[in-house]
Nanobody
Framework: QVQLVESGGGLVQAGGSLRLSCAAS????????MGWFRQAPGKEREFVAA????????TYADSVKGRFTIARDNAKNTVYLQMNSLKPEDTAVYYC???????????????????WGQGTQVTVSS
């Protein structure tokens, strides 16, 4: 199993930017599809973005498309989420996930074979 540690969360004003990082250890990072989910208070966890093994394929939730960018550096075993034009409704705990595939299964929430990080808080003030 791969272990994941997120970082980069914090407090930012609406319209600002943050970059989240997720460092992986354990199994071979490049064998996993990687993604980000988020969970706001009182709401279910929701898909944000995902990226394929090579980084050549990405997919986003409609709510973040055009504002967020997911990327990965397999040499550093790290996946990133660049978040621009942040809105108060982006406030949530953001979780990194590793999944062996396929990408559609990750987007649906993963399976028992998925690995999750502990989460990092993102708060956007109005």
């Amino acid at each position: 199993q791969v272990q994941l540690v997120e970082s980069g969360g914090g407090l930012v004003q609406a319209g600002g930017s943050l970059r989240l990082s997720c460092a992986a250890s354990g199994r071979t990072f490049s064998n996993y599809y990687m993604g980000w989910f988020r969970q706001a208070p009182g709401k279910e966890r929701e898909f944000v973005a995902a990226i394929s093994w090579s980084g050549g394929s990405t997919t986003y939730a409609d709510s973040v498309k055009g504002r967020f960018t997911i990327a990965r550096d397999n040499a550093k075993n790290t996946v990133y989420l660049q978040m621009n034009s942040l809105k108060p409704e982006d406030t949530a705990v953001y979780y990194c996930v590793a999944h062996p595939g396929p990408l559609s299964q990750l987007r649906a929430g993963g399976t028992e074979y998925s690995a999750w990080g502990q989460g990092t808080q993102v708060t956007v003030s109005s």
